[in-house]
Nanobody, 117 residues
Framework: QVDLVESGGGLVQSGGSLRLSCAATGIVFRLETMGWYYQAPGEKRERVAT???????DYADSVKGRFAISRDKAENMVYLQMDSLKPEDTGVYYCHSYNELSGQPHWGQGTQVTVSS
Protein backbone atom coordinates (compact mmCIF):
# COMPACT_ATOMS: atom_id res chain seq x y z
CA GLN A 1 0.00 0.00 0.00
CA VAL A 2 1.27 3.42 -0.98
CA ASP A 3 1.13 6.18 1.59
CA LEU A 4 2.27 9.77 1.22
CA VAL A 5 1.74 11.53 4.53
CA GLU A 6 2.19 15.28 4.71
CA SER A 7 2.89 17.30 7.82
CA GLY A 8 4.06 20.76 8.79
CA GLY A 9 1.17 22.90 7.63
CA GLY A 10 -0.38 25.56 9.78
CA LEU A 11 -1.13 29.23 10.23
CA VAL A 12 1.63 31.76 9.68
CA GLN A 13 1.82 35.50 9.18
CA SER A 14 2.78 37.03 5.87
CA GLY A 15 6.57 36.97 5.52
CA GLY A 16 6.91 33.94 7.73
CA SER A 17 8.19 30.44 7.00
CA LEU A 18 6.96 26.88 7.14
CA ARG A 19 8.57 23.56 6.33
CA LEU A 20 6.38 20.84 4.92
CA SER A 21 7.36 17.20 5.14
CA CYS A 22 6.14 14.17 3.25
CA ALA A 23 6.84 10.62 4.41
CA ALA A 24 6.60 8.08 1.60
CA THR A 25 6.00 4.36 2.04
CA GLY A 26 5.10 1.62 -0.41
CA ILE A 27 6.94 3.15 -3.37
CA VAL A 28 10.41 2.67 -4.79
CA PHE A 29 11.50 6.09 -3.66
CA ARG A 30 14.73 6.17 -5.64
CA LEU A 31 12.73 5.85 -8.89
CA GLU A 32 10.21 8.54 -8.11
CA THR A 33 9.94 12.18 -9.07
CA MET A 34 8.50 13.80 -5.97
CA GLY A 35 6.56 17.00 -5.94
CA TRP A 36 4.40 19.45 -4.08
CA TYR A 37 1.16 20.85 -5.43
CA TYR A 38 -1.26 23.27 -3.90
CA GLN A 39 -4.91 24.00 -4.27
CA ALA A 40 -6.41 27.31 -3.25
CA PRO A 41 -10.11 27.45 -2.33
CA GLY A 42 -12.23 27.20 -5.46
CA GLU A 43 -9.22 26.76 -7.70
CA LYS A 44 -7.62 23.83 -9.51
CA ARG A 45 -4.61 22.04 -8.12
CA GLU A 46 -1.32 23.55 -9.29
CA ARG A 47 2.28 22.41 -9.30
CA VAL A 48 4.57 24.15 -6.81
CA ALA A 49 7.84 22.26 -7.11
CA THR A 50 9.25 18.92 -8.21
CA UNK A 51 12.47 17.03 -7.64
CA UNK A 52 13.51 14.16 -9.86
CA UNK A 53 15.15 10.93 -8.78
CA UNK A 54 18.44 12.50 -9.84
CA UNK A 55 17.86 15.63 -7.79
CA UNK A 56 16.86 18.04 -10.54
CA UNK A 57 14.44 20.62 -9.21
CA ASP A 58 11.80 22.70 -10.92
CA TYR A 59 9.61 25.44 -9.49
CA ALA A 60 6.52 27.37 -10.39
CA ASP A 61 7.42 30.96 -11.25
CA SER A 62 5.37 32.22 -8.32
CA VAL A 63 7.59 30.50 -5.74
CA LYS A 64 11.06 30.78 -7.30
CA GLY A 65 13.49 32.25 -4.81
CA ARG A 66 11.11 31.67 -1.89
CA PHE A 67 10.53 27.91 -1.75
CA ALA A 68 13.00 25.04 -1.84
CA ILE A 69 12.25 21.36 -2.38
CA SER A 70 14.59 18.64 -1.15
CA ARG A 71 14.55 14.91 -0.59
CA ASP A 72 16.20 12.43 1.75
CA LYS A 73 16.55 9.11 -0.02
CA ALA A 74 17.70 7.32 3.12
CA GLU A 75 14.53 8.29 4.97
CA ASN A 76 12.10 8.34 2.01
CA MET A 77 11.21 11.93 2.83
CA VAL A 78 10.60 15.00 0.73
CA TYR A 79 10.49 18.52 2.10
CA LEU A 80 9.28 21.92 1.04
CA GLN A 81 10.89 24.88 2.76
CA MET A 82 8.62 27.87 2.31
CA ASP A 83 10.00 31.32 3.11
CA SER A 84 8.64 34.82 2.60
CA LEU A 85 5.13 33.42 2.58
CA LYS A 86 2.33 35.49 1.08
CA PRO A 87 -1.44 35.34 1.63
CA GLU A 88 -1.82 34.02 -1.92
CA ASP A 89 0.19 30.93 -0.89
CA THR A 90 -2.79 29.89 1.23
CA GLY A 91 -4.20 26.51 0.29
CA VAL A 92 -3.96 22.79 0.76
CA TYR A 93 -0.54 21.41 -0.11
CA TYR A 94 -0.31 17.92 -1.51
CA CYS A 95 2.64 15.58 -1.79
CA HIS A 96 2.87 13.81 -5.14
CA SER A 97 4.97 10.95 -6.44
CA TYR A 98 5.51 9.85 -10.01
CA ASN A 99 7.35 6.67 -10.91
CA GLU A 100 9.77 7.57 -13.69
CA LEU A 101 9.61 4.08 -15.21
CA SER A 102 5.93 3.16 -14.98
CA GLY A 103 4.37 6.61 -14.87
CA GLN A 104 2.28 5.62 -11.84
CA PRO A 105 1.30 8.67 -9.78
CA HIS A 106 0.20 8.89 -6.15
CA TRP A 107 -1.16 11.68 -3.97
CA GLY A 108 -1.11 12.42 -0.30
CA GLN A 109 -4.11 13.67 1.64
CA GLY A 110 -2.85 17.23 1.89
CA THR A 111 -1.93 19.67 4.62
CA GLN A 112 -3.46 23.11 5.08
CA VAL A 113 -1.29 26.21 4.88
CA THR A 114 -2.83 29.52 5.82
CA VAL A 115 -0.94 32.78 5.49
CA SER A 116 -2.52 35.76 7.19
CA SER A 117 -1.93 39.30 6.01
Amino acid sequence: QVDLVESGGGLVQSGGSLRLSCAATGIVFRLETMGWYYQAPGEKRERVATISSGGRTDYADSVKGRFAISRDKAENMVYLQMDSLKPEDTGVYYCHSYNELSGQPHWGQGTQVTVSS
